[in-house]
């Protein structure tokens, strides 16, 4: 049965791959165009994203080994939407285990969608603060060094290129804009 996607018809869709967090789906489409064509998507889990920011103006970042792109990434914390979480729980959560970091006050920055050509991902971004450090409780992948470094350090770094995760990009400059508001 066709079904309309915008300017899009999808005429059939056939899931590829699944696994608990990605879905893998080609689709079997009518471009805007008229013409018939193939179009694949990726659905990754809907996430969190946190920026743990300290009263001294400190943030802390997540040094971790990306599989995916072979090599260490400099990142906010983040992760996926247990069932039945509210995005603030999710964050917590994330920011406990990945940091041991538990924070009193959560500013929520919106949403950012990553690579909206082929990949359905969205991560509701948060700053956290009024931070207090416990013992971090990573799972058995997870190999992250925690980074403290200026909310002014990273600005730098984000616009020099040395944090390249898209998600932490956006969700630093969405907090420092927030900060410099207040």
């Not at 079997?28 to 996430?47: E, L, N, R």
């Not at 929520?108 to 409780?137: H, M, W, Y």
Request: glycine content about 8%.
């Amino acid at each position: 049965m066709e079904k309309k996607h915008g300017p899009w018809t999808i005429v059939e869709s056939e899931q590829k791959y699944r696994h608990k967090l990605v879905e893998v789906r080609e689709d079997q489409v009518i471009k805007p165009d008229g013409t018939p064509g193939t179009y694949a998507t990726v659905k990754v889990k809907a996430g969190v994203s946190v920026l743990a920011l300290d009263e001294d103006g400190m943030v802390r970042l997540a040094k971790e080994f990306r599989y995916a792109i072979g090599r260490y990434s400099l990142e906010v914390v983040g992760g996926a939407i247990e069932g039945g979480e509210q995005p603030v729980e999710a964050a917590r959560r994330e920011l406990r285990e990945e940091m041991g970091i538990e924070a009193d006050e959560w500013v929520e920055l919106g949403q950012v969608d990553p690579l909206t050509s082929i990949i359905d991902s969205p991560s509701t971004l948060f700053l956290a603060r009024n931070l207090t450090f416990r013992e971090k409780k990573q799972e058995g992948s997870e190999r992250i060094e925690v980074v403290k470094l200026s909310m002014d350090d990273a600005m730098s770094m984000v616009i020099d290129s040395r944090i390249t995760h898209g998600t932490s990009c956006v969700l630093i400059l969405r907090a420092n804009a927030h900060m410099s508001a207040r």
